[in-house]
């Protein structure tokens, strides 16, 4: 919209009623600072030009072939929503959770309602990974619900939150401190936690020779402020009291034990070893151990569900393409007029800021293309409004969104919150239709 020579529209279509995605149902509860990007998306929406419609899903409401009708050029940006699984023996115990899926939980995703933890069963937890999101789900676990209730937490997982018996999380890495996939800020945050404590033994923080030459000639300023951190927090002891949460590395899980429920996380220990390319990896030293628990959370990155005429690659869930350009298959031609962005473009890596610069890069590419004439063709008398309401679609507007934003904030002010958010599909469309007839003065 920012283009000074073109005239661009744009219509966004969103499978749930509610806009915003990531930030409204995955980023945590305790970075609102995070979340103040919507000021700039709200702009955007109300620029001249720019049409939501929520409600409506690809491959179900509307097909790829629809919006070849209709558009000159389409942008997926559906991301990827799924916890990756592992494949192991026992995965399938109760207990054994994927933590996107808490991430939702607590968030009030209407896909993770369904989700059961029994915190009130569960003291000891193991995070398998140990990128941002094992550190987000160990912060929300480890935290007193308390300093949570004031934000746009989930109600539910909040009651839930206040029945856990939640003692110690422990994270494992399947690499060492330098190899670790968090960011340093976060991971100094959940220590900065009030009656948190960061454990690591001094065995477990330190580097093996490769790594310690890696980081010193390599290592970007946040790994090397990490991997400090990290032994400053191994030369301490214990408080008596309080949560804590345990960083153990180079432990790699085989199998999850348990009868129904699961017990422990059996592991096999590792070594960092330089792969023909210089790449530090690690591998088997033929040692396991088992860590005791009663809830698991995998964290061991995401995964994106394919949509129907839309191409998939199946090894990240990404949409296959070169530089945004979306390709018919992985390795196959251009399909003129389709474009990827965010996790949809790269898979499930990089964190908000990335993904800015990565959709300048794609809309510089659709700026080209169309300079070139390389563009769809849609028919000027087919439009999406008209074919969504001849299939009976029941669209959610902006406009809509805005009452029903008004509405949760109100909701959320009579409990002392930001914001109380619907948590189901039928619920957000019932208190939208109320919201719609109201502002009708019917
Ligand atoms: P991630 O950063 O890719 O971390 C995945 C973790 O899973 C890594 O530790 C990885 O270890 C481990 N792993 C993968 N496969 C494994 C296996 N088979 N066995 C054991 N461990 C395995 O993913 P993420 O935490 O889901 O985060 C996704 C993106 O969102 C990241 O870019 C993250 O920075 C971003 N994010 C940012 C924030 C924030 O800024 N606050 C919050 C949430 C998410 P290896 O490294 O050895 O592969």
Not at 1 to 15: C, L, S, T, Y
Not at 103 to 120: A, I
Not at 317 to 326: A, C, E, M
Not at 389 to 412: H, I, K, Q, T
């Amino acid at each position: 919209m920012k283009q000074a020579d073109v005239d661009v529209r744009i219509d966004m279509f969103e499978r749930l009623p509610v806009p915003f995605g990531l930030v409204r149902l995955g980023v945590a509860p305790d970075h609102q600072a995070v979340k103040r990007v919507v000021n700039i998306y709200g702009k955007v929406a109300a620029a001249p030009g720019f049409r939501f419609f929520g409600n409506v899903a690809l491959g179900r409401d509307l097909q790829v072939e629809d919006l070849e009708r209709c558009y000159d050029q389409v942008i997926y940006a559906f991301g990827c929503s799924k916890s990756s699984r592992l494949g192991l023996p026992g995965e399938e115990l109760a207990g054994v959770h994927g933590a996107a899926e808490m991430v939702g939980w607590y968030n009030g995703h209407p896909d993770c309602q369904g989700e059961r933890y029994e915190l009130d069963k569960v003291e000891r937890v193991v995070v398998i990974g140990n990128g941002n999101v094992a550190l987000d789900v160990s912060r929300v676990l480890l935290q007193q619900p308390d300093r949570l209730a004031s934000t746009d937490i989930s109600a539910r997982a909040l009651d839930e939150l206040r029945q856990s018996s939640v003692q110690r999380v422990t994270m494992l890495g399947r690499r060492g401190p330098a190899q670790a996939a968090y960011s340093a800020k976060e991971l100094e945050e959940i220590d900065e936690v009030d009656e948190v404590q960061l454990m690591v033994t001094p065995e477990e923080a330190a580097l093996d020779p490769q790594s310690a030459a890696w980081l010193e000639e390599h290592g970007s300023r946040g790994k090397q402020r990490s991997v400090r951190f990290l032994h400053a927090c191994a030369d301490r002891d214990a408080d008596d009291q309080g949560r804590k949460f345990h960083c153990r590395f180079l432990l790699s899980p085989v199998a999850f034990l348990g009868e129904e429920r699961v017990e422990a996380v059996r592991v096999e220990h590792m070594e960092i070893y330089a792969d023909e390319s210089g790449a530090l990896r690690s591998r088997p030293t033929g040692k396991t151990e088992d860590v005791p628990c009663e809830m698991v959370l995998l964290s061991v990155g995401y995964r994106g569900d394919p949509i129907p005429g839309v191409p998939y690659d199946a090894r990240n869930g990404s949409v296959p393409n070169i530089d945004g350009r979306v390709l018919h298959d992985r390795g196959g031609d251009v399909r003129v007029g389709h474009y990827a962005v965010g996790w949809s473009k790269r898979g499930p890596s990089g964190i908000i800021g990335t993904n800015m610069a990565d959709s300048r890069a794609t809309v510089k590419m659709m700026v080209e293309d169309r300079a070139a004439g390389r563009s769809l063709s849609p028919s000027p008398s087919d439009d999406v409004a008209e074919l969504l309401a001849e299939r009976g679609v029941e669209v959610v507007s902006w406009a809509d969104w805005d009452r029903l934003d008004a509405w949760e904030r109100a909701e959320g002010e009579k409990r002392g919150k930001l914001r109380e958010k619907l948590e189901t599909v039928p619920e957000m469309m019932r208190v939208i239709g109320e919201l719609r007839r109201a502002a009708a003065g019917e």
